[in-house]
């Protein structure tokens, strides 16, 4: 669904937060996005968390470079 300002409310972006969580809460966030992105849903997260980009199968990679940054999608 998109209102006049453009904004697409079927995506979800999330970023960050996830290091403080303990196994079993983590578990149960991706499991919610998981089910959020099965049913339509666009689910965008930004973390470091090796956890969750082991669940996550597509990967947008941003990696600093000394004349910029490059993006690579795996």
Known sequence: LNDS????SDTLLIDEGFGALDKN???LVMKALESLQAAGRMVGVI???E???????????VQKQNSGSVVKVQ
């Not at 956890?51 to 990679?61: D, K, N, T």
Request: charged share 20%; proline share 0%; net charge negative.
């Open 5 to 8: 300002s453009g904004f697409d």
């Open 25 to 27: 809460s983590l578990d």
């Open 47 to 49: 973390s470091h968390i």
């Open 51 to 61: 956890a969750m980009q082991e669940r996550i199968a597509v990967q947008v990679l």
